[in-house]
């Protein structure tokens, strides 16, 4: 009987634990979900201040060159910006993206 006993708590602790990875499995894909909807919020918030720094800096640039009549210095700082903050990051961003597709499983649709 002793045994018996031990096979039966043991055989309804392995359910047990089967139903809770069953009911975490089930949670997963909804934690997913949170976690893209988090890095997207972020994603944006951050290109929404890297796109207004930008703006500043081209239009700072222009303005001096405009108050100074010096349009080769205006114009040698947009390419400098130019060179400095947009090819790096949009260099970054297309290597992610392209890059990734070769690390992600083929999902079936």
Same mark, same amino acid.
């Given at each position: 009987?002793?045994?018996?006993?031990?096979?039966?708590?043991?055989e309804?602790?392995?359910?047990a &634990?089967?139903?809770?990875? @069953?009911?975490?499995k089930?949670?997963?894909?909804? #934690?997913? /979900?949170?976690?893209r +909807?988090? *890095?997207?919020?972020?994603?944006?918030?951050?290109?929404?201040?890297?796109?207004?720094? &930008?703006?500043?800096?081209a @239009?700072?640039?222009?303005?001096?060159?405009?108050? #100074?009549? /010096?349009?080769?210095? +205006?114009s *040698?700082?947009l390419?400098?910006?130019?060179?400095?903050?947009?090819?790096?990051?949009v260099?970054?961003?297309?290597?992610?993206?392209?890059?990734r597709?070769?690390?992600?499983?083929?999902?079936?649709?």
């Amino acid at each position: 009987m002793g045994e018996s006993e031990g096979s039966d708590s043991t055989e309804s602790r392995a359910a047990a &634990l089967s139903r809770e990875i @069953l009911r975490e499995k089930k949670n997963l894909p909804h #934690s997913a /979900d949170e976690n893209r +909807a988090s *890095r997207l919020y972020i994603m944006k918030n951050v290109m929404i201040i890297y796109v207004v720094v &930008l703006i500043t800096l081209a @239009l700072s640039i222009l303005l001096g060159g405009l108050f #100074s009549n /010096d349009w080769g210095a +205006a114009s *040698r700082g947009l390419t400098e910006v130019a060179t400095t903050l947009v090819l790096p990051v949009v260099t970054l961003v297309l290597g992610y993206y392209f890059g990734r597709e070769g690390r992600e499983p083929t999902k079936p649709h």
